[in-house]
């Protein structure tokens, strides 16, 4: 009941805040054009990822009927490659932080429970794979593994737990000593019961908040490193290697300094405002949800 | 005190050993007749082709268990034996040497605007909680998080450099750099802003603070609106303590309540973020010297990536690795400096 409640003013909240509701008003409209992608533009190819080329001159063309948005470095269409570079930027957002939100609860939550030897090991862990800047980190594993989408994502998904697993210790730790935790541990419920119905549950909403705003913050560094050419093979939809098409054209013409604008603006937005809703929605998360600030507005 | 930088730094050797190793488990990711590659100090020694290369792999024993070969790679790593830099033809020590003050420059002029505007934004954001410069500055945040820096620094391009022609990407002007690279010119930092103020130089200082100023907007931006965020939430919480209230009921002036007690204690959690986030810019030094053609550490990094320099890509990573590693430790030990009750743990 009182579940139902939090859960009923958070989405009202959510709605009636005028930031969130920009936040979920561009989630909506992302996952939309997703979901009608394939009737909104014309595959060429059987994998319908690859995006169709207009002859092979380098030079990008300006918008035309045929190419709504022009077509960018190389002949590809700046319009389908965003419509199915959508999709591209869920799953890999989607599944890098189902893989991370797993890694770093699971291991959060045994440190936090057992404590001692176990938890020093986990947390130092931690702290090793902190030690590496995010970015580069990603970058040598996908220099190991080959460039490549899927393992861009293993990448992510390999440097990207810490953060689950440092708070998801100390609020298990917290939760513990609790007088029901107590109680459901002198019933006799098991160690793996304790866990996942007691004290996971009462840990949750934090994690919910780091997970929303991780799905953009995982799809920026995935474009950072298709961008930086370790990314999809060439001429897969992904918004980061699109940018990297543009990088040879931001100067334009003598006559006209703008002249390939859109070879860069088009894809740029793309990826802002994909990650832009979901910060917006995920900040607007921590405000409703951390119940220190509850009480300061 | 004491006992928590005993802790501390006993914990130091673990946390190197436990880095190094992290980066040779990777490594085991690729095959022998890769991961050989790491060992070379002579790139002629592949000209054997692939007799070679198994001559060389049981040369430098990666035939062994692999516990001998991490101790091995380690013992190479003290000597400060990196490997041979295919992309930058030369060891890997010493293109991490040559390529070093160019992102030395990039950082240090990076960290002030971040550090102090950030905290001064924060500081007014939240005083003035929910009011008109508070959404400004959220908004401003939230699109800081949400711009990747290679667009930022492309569209900055673009703007600046396309259309104005105001600030060109590189390190130095043509002429500046035959100045620079000349024999009258002392280059006893690599820094050239500092060179040129020691040479006396004005026109030089000058042309590299003008090539400086777009890649530092570009690396500082996102790194900027977290501090702002921080210090605004630090502000928040300090503001609801009974000794703000108690400041306040025996009548300070508003002024002193809000500099005095509460900034003063809402800087602790700041500073200790701000050192962890100054070195957290090295991962975009990546991007942002990619863009605007900058010789440092992170363009030598991102080419050696595309180019499957394997012994570059892995010293780069342990020589940030320890940068942070050591910066950990530094603010650790400060933030015991600054805030007494740690030091009671």
């Known amino acids: ?297 | 005190m004491f006992a928590f930088i005993t802790r501390r730094l006993l914990l130091l050797p673990v946390i190197l050993i436990g880095v190094t190793l992290l980066i040779f488990l990777m490594t085991q990711l690729v095959g022998p007749s890769v991961r050989v590659s790491i060992y070379i100090t002579n790139p002629n020694v592949f000209k054997g082709g692939q007799g070679a290369i198994q001559k060389l792999e049981h040369k430098y024993g990666l035939d062994k268990p692999i516990w001998v070969q991490y101790a091995n790679w380690l013992d190479r790593l003290v000597h400060g034996n990196l490997g041979w830099s295919a992309s930058a033809r030369m060891p890997v020590a010493q293109a991490l040497g040559k390529y070093l003050p160019a992102t030395a420059e990039l950082a240090l002029y990076t960290i002030w605007p971040v550090v102090f505007l950030g905290i001064w934004m924060g500081f007014i954001s939240g005083v003035h909680q929910d009011q008109w410069i508070d959404q400004v500055t959220r908004i401003i945040a939230i699109t800081g998080w949400s711009l990747p820096i290679f667009v930022l620094g492309l569209v900055l391009l673009m703007v600046f450099y396309g259309l104005f022609g105001w600030f060109p990407p590189g390190r130095l002007s043509l002429w500046a750099s035959q100045i620079v690279n000349s024999a009258s010119f002392h280059n006893y930092t690599g820094l050239h802003t500092i060179d040129a103020i020691l040479n006396g130089n004005w026109r030089i200082l000058l042309d590299a603070l003008r090539h400086l100023v777009l890649p530092v907007l570009t690396l500082s931006y996102a790194s900027w609106a977290l501090i702002l965020r921080i210090m605004r939430s630090s502000m928040l919480e300090t503001l609801r303590q009974d000794y703000v209230t108690t400041a306040r009921a025996k009548g300070l002036p508003e002024k002193v309540v809000l500099k005095k007690h509460a900034r003063r204690n809402a800087l602790i959690p700041v500073a200790t973020i701000s050192g962890l986030m100054v070195v957290g810019l090295l991962g975009g030094t990546v991007l942002t010297e990619t863009i605007f053609d900058i010789h440092g550490l992170g363009r030598f990094a991102a080419q050696a990536a595309v180019q499957f320099d394997l012994p570059a890509i892995l010293g780069f990573a342990l020589f940030y690795g320890f940068i942070m590693v050591f910066a950990n430790l530094i603010v650790d030990v400060s933030y015991g400096l600054i805030d007494p009750r740690v030091r009671f743990e």
């Open chain 1, 1 to 297: 009941m009182k579940k139902k409640k939090i859960r009923s003013r958070t989405v009202h909240k959510l709605l009636t805040n005028p930031l969130s509701f920009i936040g979920i008003v561009l989630i909506s409209f992302f996952i939309v054009i997703a979901v009608i992608a394939p009737w909104i533009t014309k595959p060429e190819y059987a994998n319908r990822y690859i995006i169709p080329r207009d002859g092979y001159s380098s030079t990008p063309q300006p918008p035309s009927v045929s190419h709504p948005l022009g077509t960018t470095e190389g002949q590809y269409d700046i319009f389908y490659g965003i419509v199915w570079g959508t999709r591209t930027a869920f799953r890999i957002g989607l599944l890098v932080v189902a893989g991370i939100v797993l890694i770093g609860v699971t291991l959060g939550a045994i440190a936090g429970y057992y404590g001692g030897i176990v938890d020093e090991i986990i947390m130092r862990l931690t702290d090793i794979f902190l030690t590496f800047p995010f970015l580069v980190a990603a970058m040598v594993m996908v220099v190991l593994l080959g460039r490549g989408l899927n393992h861009v994502m293993i990448a992510l998904v390999v440097f990207g737990w810490m953060g689950y697993a440092r708070m998801i210790r100390g609020d298990v730790l917290a939760i513990k000593e609790i007088d029901y935790v107590a109680a459901a541990r002198a019933l006799g419920a098991s160690d793996l019961r304790i866990i996942f119905r007691h004290v996971l549950p009462n840990a949750i909403y934090p994690v919910f908040v780091m997970s929303t705003m991780d799905i953009g913050s995982m799809v920026l560094t995935a474009a950072a490193l298709s961008f930086l050419g370790l990314g999809s093979q060439v001429g897969y939809a992904d918004w980061g290697q699109m940018i990297s098409f543009a990088r040879n054209w931001i100067l334009g013409t003598d006559a006209n300094p703008f002249a390939y604008w859109y070879t860069v603006i088009y894809p740029g937005l793309a990826i802002v405002l994909f990650v832009l809703g979901w910060n917006l929605v995920g900040d607007a998360f921590r405000d409703i949800l951390d119940p220190r600030m509850r009480g300061s507005r």
